[in-house]
């Protein structure tokens, strides 16, 4: 399919405007200009659901800020645990509320986003760290935020779709209770960029070959750690028995084929995997809704595969 017409004309605009390119910029710079930019790219989320802004206590002693959505209902309800996109360099709870306002509107259910350590200041594994610590935190308090604790998901979008993945495989090697289903849009899964989709999306798609790099530059301590499983899922060597997967991904993202390789990892290892690619969309459509209704058809689905995967275990209880 050609690329969505109001995402080209977009991208026009970007090509042609004065901002410089992410990868020259500083990390506290890049953030500022990724956080200024969502209330243009993205409608306001659903005002009903109400927010708390919530501090984690993590294994080691320091504290992770989290921001809890909660739709309007007098009953226990299941709860997606989100993790932002950005590399691990960027992003955090604003960047991300407008999504994590109609997924928990839509599911119903409640959301809680962690706002987990960013690099350069905090590398590798910390941002993994963190998804772990932030899980072993719902699991104790969910009762006391009104959260069925025998409802729960994880997901992410880029590299909150890697945390995500990557902290159900560390509770299978830990022996611990899998969530529901693992919610992935378009995550970052491989150890090294190039696949054809790379060379074919790498410029020109809102998402840059050498902003990814400067990312993972960031985060990274060294270039082994490109072939750690928790940076790179698809280097785990065994994900059977994890969380149903559902994996979105866009037609013309650089990360498209490693999406749809892990995506067949999980299923040949006896996952069950739904998986959508959208047409003529662009890595972090979701977060444009004021620019394509692919985003809000996207938060639908999302809200429909959630909610099925919820009833599935309340049915199996």
Not at 51 to 77: E, F, I, K, M, N
Not at 157 to 179: F, H, V, Y
């Amino acid at each position: 399919m050609p690329l969505n017409p109001d995402l080209a004309s977009f991208l026009e605009l970007v090509q042609a405007g004065d901002s410089q390119p992410m990868h020259l910029q500083t990390p506290a710079a890049a953030r500022a200009s990724y956080d200024e930019a969502t209330p243009m790219l993205d409608a306001p989320g659903a005002a009903s659901v109400a927010t708390q802004d919530l501090s984690l206590h993590c294994a080691d002693g320091h504290q992770v800020g989290a921001r809890l959505y909660s739709p309007p209902s007098t009953d226990s309800l299941p709860c997606l645990l989100f993790f932002h996109g950005g590399g691990f360099c960027i992003g955090g709870l604003d960047s991300h509320d407008a999504l994590c306002r109609d997924l928990a509107e839509r599911t119903p259910c409640k959301v809680l986003a962690v706002d987990y350590r960013l690099a350069p200041e905090h590398k590798f594994p910390a941002a993994y760290n963190d998804a772990r610590d932030a899980w072993q935190w719902l699991c104790r308090h969910a009762a006391s935020h009104g959260i069925d604790a025998g409802r729960l998901a994880v997901g992410g979008d880029s590299a909150g779709g890697t945390l995500a993945t990557t902290l159900c495989i560390a509770l299978k090697n830990a022996g611990q209770r899998q969530p529901a289903l693992q919610v992935l849009l378009y995550p970052c899964t491989s150890s090294q960029q190039n696949s054809p989709s790379h060379e074919r999306h790498g410029q020109g798609y809102l998402l840059e070959a050498e902003t990814l790099q400067w990312m993972f530059a960031h985060y990274l301590n060294h270039p082994d750690e490109r072939n750690d499983w928790r940076f790179a899922p698809l280097a785990a060597q065994d994900v059977s028995g994890l969380a149903p997967a559902h994996i979105a991904l866009a037609e013309y993202d650089p990360l498209l084929d490693e999406g749809v390789a892990y995506g067949a990892k999980l299923h040949d290892a006896g996952v069950p995997v739904t998986q959508k690619i959208y047409t003529g969309m662009v890595h972090d459509f979701a977060r444009l809704g004021n620019i394509v209704d692919d985003a809000d058809t996207l938060r639908d689905d999302l809200a429909h595969i959630l909610s099925s995967a919820f009833a599935g275990v309340t049915a199996n209880d």
